[in-house]
């Protein structure tokens, strides 16, 4: 079945430092990509998305890239803030199903 | 527009009891789906309501239920509670199945077992 495989955390940054969350996936079709934040004793809250092959989606200097070919979809940011300190969810959505990774944990240091 | 509401925010029950969480979506939103989140196993899909209808369900024991009113509004109901239930529930709302980069999220439920 669908599913989606994220980098342990927690992930460990100085502020400024740049950002890499991994995600790959496995479906059938063409699945819907996402990204989601959740920021301490809050739901989850759409970051991003990309809905077909080579699609980039971005938003407050996040970015990620749907990569067919190697089934991935990682999440980069050029220069954390403190404030960037959560929890990020990778999800697929295939019909009318979404499905999360477990999460990474980013925490930010001054 | 109120967002997505969920009561009560923190819960603490006993192994054998039961419990009811209970979700307002958005205003206008069909579609309810609440998802289970613990450290080690992230989020895991429960179940999806659509006008007062079970449209999807994931692989929880029959101790999990959920139920859809006329206005939208949902409850979830686990029974005989075990330890292995504490967690945060969350609840989501749609306007419709399908619409999944419209998905709203509550701030959940943080369930604690003893």
């Known amino acids: 079945g669908d599913s989606v495989t994220q980098m342990e955390g927690p992930v460990t940054l100085s502020e400024e430092a740049f950002l890499t969350i991994n995600c790959t996936y496995t479906a059938t079709g063409y699945p819907s990509l996402f990204w989601y934040v959740q920021y301490p004793g809050e739901g989850l809250q759409l970051l991003l998305k990309?809905?077909?092959?080579?699609d980039k989606g971005s938003n407050k200097g996040f970015e990620a890239t749907y990569r067919k070919e190697t089934t991935s979809f990682h999440l980069e940011k050029g220069s954390v803030q403190v404030s960037d300190s959560a929890v990020y969810f990778c999800?697929?959505?295939?019909?009318?199903?979404?499905?999360f990774g477990t999460g990474t944990r980013l925490q930010v240091f001054p | 527009k109120a967002g997505v509401t969920q009561t009560p925010r923190y819960l603490i029950k006993t192994r054998g009891q039961q419990v009811t969480l209970s979700c307002s979506p958005i205003s206008g939103h069909r579609s309810v789906s609440w998802y289970q989140q613990t450290p080690g196993q992230g989020l895991q899909f429960l179940f999806e309501y659509f006008s007062e209808t079970q449209r999807n369900k994931g692989n929880f024991p029959g101790r999990f239920s959920g139920r859809q009113f006329s206005n939208s509004r949902s409850e979830m109901n686990v029974s005989t509670l075990e330890l292995g239930d504490s967690a945060l529930y969350l609840c989501?709302?749609?306007?419709?199945?399908?619409?999944?980069?419209?998905?709203?999220f509550g701030s959940g439920t943080q369930l604690s077992v003893l």
């Open positions: 990309a809905t077909k092959a080579d």
């Open positions: 999800a697929l959505g295939n019909t009318d199903k979404l499905i």
């Open positions: 989501a709302s749609r306007l419709e199945i399908g619409a999944n980069e419209k998905l709203f």
